[in-house]
Nanobody, 126 residues
Framework: QVQLVESGGGLVQAGGSLRLSCTVS????????MAWFRQAPGKEREFVAN????????YYADSVKGRFTISRDNAKNILFLQMNDLKPEDTGVYYC???????????????????WGQGTQVTVSS
């Protein structure tokens, strides 16, 4: 059984930084597509960043390019999201997700991911 546990969220001022962690059990973090999504109040869940499959290719939403960096520690089985220059519009619940079978054309679609964490709240004040 795959379990994903996020941590690292919090309250930060605009321009600040946070690093989110997703501790993975039941699957090697380097063996599947691992992604971060976020959901703001009243909005749909949206793609933030991912590692596609077991390679080193990373993809980012346009809104976070240049500010967020996804990384992973294969030895510790942890996925990270370094978030710099945070903006109020980055506020939301951030979720870690995994899929061993997702295809490239579907990797931005949250409904295609099989496993999810419980989420961690990120609040950016102006």
């Amino acid at each position: 059984q795959v379990q994903l546990v996020e941590s690292g969220g919090g309250l930060v001022q605009a321009g600040g930084s946070l690093r989110l962690s997703c501790t993975v059990s039941g699957r090697a973090v380097g063996s599947a597509t691992m992604a971060w999504f976020r959901q703001a109040p009243g909005k749909e869940r949206e793609f933030v960043a991912n590692f596609f499959r077991s390679g080193y290719n990373t993809y980012y939403a346009d809104s976070v390019k240049g500010r967020f960096t996804i990384s992973r520690d294969n030895a510790k089985n942890i996925l990270f999201l370094q978030m710099n220059d945070l903006k109020p519009e980055d506020t939301g619940v951030y979720y870690c997700a995994a899929s061993a079978t997702i295809i490239y054309s579907s990797m931005y679609n949250p409904s295609r991911y099989n496993d999810w964490g419980q989420g961690t709240q990120v609040t950016v004040s102006s």
